[in-house]
Each structure stands twice: as C-alpha cells, then as structure tokens.
C-alpha cells in the first residue's frame, strides 16, 4: 500500500479571514471619527481666527482713517449720508496732481475729501467720495463681512465738533453649528481737533 503524505499548505481559514477584516474595518471606523472630529475643531479654530482678524482689520482702519482725518462731517455726497450711530463720514484733505494732500482753499466753503463708513446687510462698506480736483479715487468697497454689530458714539451732540470717536465692532460667523462672536471697541482721538 502507497500512502502519499498529504502535503499541508499554510493558508488562512474564512472565519480567520472574517476576523482580520472586522479588525480592519473596526480600525478604519475609528480612524476616520478620529479625523472627522479633528476636522470640526479645525473648521472651528479657523473660523474663530478669521472673525478675530477680520475684526480687528476693520477696526484698525476705521480708527487710522478717524486719527488721520480733518473732522467727523455732519453730512456729504449724493445721495446724502449723515453721521449718526449707524454711520460714520469723515472729511479729509483732498490729494494735488502730486498725490500729496493739500489743504482745502477756505473761500468760498473748502472742498473736502468725504470716507464714509456704515454697515450694510451684513458687510462693512467704505465709500470714499472725493471733492471736485482731487487726484483720490472714488471706490465703494467692502472691508469686512459677517458684521453682526456696528456702532459708532461721539463726545459731542454736535458730531461736527466731535474729538474723538467710539467705535464698537462685533462680527459673528457660524460653522459646523457652531457660532463664533467677536467684540472689539475702539476710541480715536481726531488729531486736528
């Protein structure tokens, strides 16, 4: 009688194989509730970032424009805006040929240069209207969004004779269900006044 060994292969049962792939499975799960939560925070982190910057951009410009302007203007441009707490229009000196300011000629009334500041919708806009003369160019632009506050207060009733100006600032965004708030207030003294 001829017995032939059975030759024995190495090889990998199917619960064996079942049991590997659960495994990996498992570990793929996890890794990837892993990255989703970091993810969240990231988004959040981020978020929280840009509002803060963004805040304090537009403010810091608001309050450079206030401490290099000739006064708070009571009213300009067509159509008319008007300063009150909601808005915000400064007169500066208009630009020469050179690009240098230059002081407006007092007869018969100076001609100034107007920045108007205000929040629309959701956005802060800055408008700047030149006098007739001036080399400044007109824009109307948009310097900060998701504005969710945007107040301005003055030592004075009389805005035109106005020192220094309050601004309060909030901006909000949300994301992933998660809402972030900045508040920042700002006072700038009028170097003129």
């Known amino acids: 009688m001829n017995h032939k060994k059975s030759a024995h292969y190495p090889g990998v049962s199917l619960v064996e194989l079942l049991i590997g792939m659960s495994i990996v499975g498992f570990m793929g799960v996890l890794i990837a509730a892993l990255y989703i939560s970091h993810f969240k925070i990231f988004s959040s982190q981020n978020t929280r970032i840009e509002v803060a910057s963004e805040n304090k951009i537009a403010l810091e410009e608001m309050t450079n424009q206030i401490r290099e302007s000739q006064g708070v203007a009571a009213a300009c441009c067509s159509p008319t805006e008007t300063t009150n707490a909601d808005v915000l229009v400064l007169q500066i000196w208009p630009l020469n040929a050179s690009g240098n300011p230059t002081e407006p000629n007092p007869n018969p009334t100076p001609q100034y240069d107007y920045i108007v500041y205000k929040k629309v919708a959701d956005t802060l806009k800055k408008t700047i209207v030149p006098a007739a003369g001036s080399t400044r160019q007109a824009s109307d632009k948009i310097i900060a969004s998701k504005i969710n506050v945007l107040t301005f207060t003055y030592d004075n009733a009389d805005v035109s004779q106005a020192a220094q100006v309050t601004i309060n600032l ?23 006044k």
């Open 170 to 192: 909030t901006t909000q965004n949300t994301v992933n269900n998660v809402t972030q708030t900045d508040s920042k207030t700002s006072t700038a003294v009028i170097r003129n």
